[in-house]
């Protein structure tokens, strides 16, 4: 048995969406250390090229705006211009919003939804083809798509749609891993728990107070989003089919405590 290349992702393609900042950059720098090529993706064009040039000349910026359908198709055609096969998808790409019940809009719901839950599957449709191209039985290829522990329990937050849209997103990531099996395509999620990220500002700017509402007493920092997507991207994660893997420190499933919103 060998593992010295377990976690190698040397000549893979990869393609991070919401891969400028956050949870998704972490990724990103992850997947690119590890010896890929990664095409990153966001709404903000300025702000995608800026951090690919951070990340360096093995990330490449694709912006590109996925809330709709027609998002995702012209995102995949940008990057069959570019390659002929995808080995790594992430779906990261994401929206929150909070508000009362009583108060609670349309826009705060299909904003959320759309993007949380609509996006993930229409851009892997939209992909299909590129990732089949690369998935073999040996080698197949990855669609992970980041969830949220707000799918798997509460938090004190009222998040509606987003806490709706990540725990369907969990579940459609086991249809969709049922399905595209078959063609050497293995799908899973990650949910994160407190990250610092623009859409966890009370993480962000409140790290020290969070961690103390977390079994592990820290907030999750780059390596642990990164080593969790590696895992799942490379050879060491090859058997893992429909799982969702909780990076969260513990709250989720070893907190006796109060929870916290991830």
């Not at 690919?52 to 069959?80: H, K, M, R, Y």
């Not at 904003?111 to 080698?139: C, I, W, Y």
């Not at 899973?188 to 990250?195: K, L, T, V, Y």
Request: proline letters at 3%.
């Amino acid at each position: 048995m060998d593992t010295s290349n377990l976690f190698r992702l040397d000549g893979r393609v990869a393609l991070v969406t919401g891969g400028s900042r956050g949870i998704g950059k972490m990724i990103a720098a992850g997947f690119i250390a590890q010896g890929a090529k990664v095409y990153i993706s966001s709404r903000k064009a300025a702000v995608c090229l800026e951090a690919a040039a951070e990340l360096g000349p093995n990330c490449i910026p694709l912006p590109q705006d996925v809330s709709t359908v027609a998002g995702c198709q012209a995102l995949a055609a940008q990057l069959a211009q570019h390659e002929t096969r995808l080995d790594i998808l992430v779906n990261n790409a994401g929206a929150a919003w909070g508000a009362a019940f009583d108060v609670f809009p349309e826009s705060g719901w299909d904003k959320v939804m759309d993007l949380n839950v609509k996006s993930p599957f229409f851009l892997t449709q939209a992909l299909h083809g590129l990732l089949k191209a690369s998935g073999r039985r040996e080698q197949p290829a990855k669609v992970i798509n980041i969830t949220s522990i707000d799918g798997i329990r509460l938090n004190p937050q009222e998040t509606y749609s987003y806490h709706a849209s990540k725990s369907a997103l969990i579940y459609l990531t086991k249809r969709m891993a049922a399905r595209l099996v078959q063609d050497a395509i293995h799908v899973s999620s990650i949910a994160p728990g407190a990250f610092a990220s623009e859409m966890n500002r009370v993480a962000r700017d409140q790290g020290e107070r969070v961690a103390k509402l977390i079994p592990a007493r820290r907030i999750g920092v780059d390596e642990d989003m990164a080593g969790a997507a590696i895992y799942l991207a490379s050879r060491a994660g090859d058997y893992v089919v429909g799982e969702t893997i909780t990076v969260d420190g513990g709250v989720a499933h070893a907190n006796a405590g109060s929870a916290f919103d991830g």
